[in-house]
């Protein structure tokens, strides 16, 4: 395959919110990288950005929206409260920071970045994002790294629903209950390390496919995840990897290739463990 621009699906994950079905992860780019990434991303055709408060990258990737000469309406903006900035009155204040380090009005969706249990915070500050979403703050809101507990926590008493829960996906990670607790509450999957930070790319199935298709590794692995229904966040500080992986929106594989990719799970997670992972510095 070329690595050639091609169209990306929306998927509607909350009344009226349409989220671009590829979109660019910028964890571990750095700040005085940050601009340069996303105007490039922003080049090679990505509308969909995901940063967070913890990542210390909100002012670049505000910047290259402001240089791209795009409208706001044109890219969907994702970031994060940092798990150090929980309860309900921190939440609204580190939402309002957000977007003035954006240099945006609102953003398209804020998720609680880790449920971090052990503070006991994350039901309120979900009680923060739902206000903020109901007052027409931010556009959509949902959560990071939820287990079902989680999940069933802040969904019992009803209000809104969270919009995604994004979590650690990839072949040898899917998380498969995590993922279908999501669904059942109407919560769209969204995957982060979409590409298994490169773990994935060695795989059997994963390298038949490519080649059959005249694909890369990754394409094939963004394309088993498009087929499946999730929202992908893959990160490249490259031109020509960002490119390469927005084009996998073009490929399609073959059932057998998304069965025998499926069958890779060996629920080996590369991340934290949400039910422990407690760093505020994580922030
Ligand atoms: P990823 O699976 O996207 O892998 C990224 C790495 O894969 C790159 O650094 C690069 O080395 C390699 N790569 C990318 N494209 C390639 C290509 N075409 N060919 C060869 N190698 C390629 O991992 P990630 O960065 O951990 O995750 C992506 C995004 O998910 C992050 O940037 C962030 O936005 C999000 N994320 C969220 C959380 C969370 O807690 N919510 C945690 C981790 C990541």
Known sequence: MTAETTDVETIEIAQGVHIPQIGLGVFQVPADEAQRVVEDGLSA???HVDTAAAYVNEAGVGAALRASGLNRDDVFLTSKLRNGDQGYEQTRRAYADSVERLGIESLDLYLIHWPYPSAGLFEESWRALQDLAAEGAVR????SNFLPEHLEAITKHGGIRPAVNQIELHPTFQQPAVASASRALGVAVQAYSPLGQGADFSAKPVLEAATAHGASPAQVILAWHLALGHIVIPKSSRPDRLAENLASAGLRLTQAEI?????LDSNERIGGDPAT???????
Do not use: P
Not at 259 to 263: C, K, M, P, V, Y
């Open 259 to 263: 069965d025998a990719i499926t069958a």
């Open 45 to 47: 055709g990505y509308r």
């Open 277 to 283: 992972f407690s760093l505020t510095q994580m922030r």
């Open 140 to 143: 959509a809101v949902g959560v």
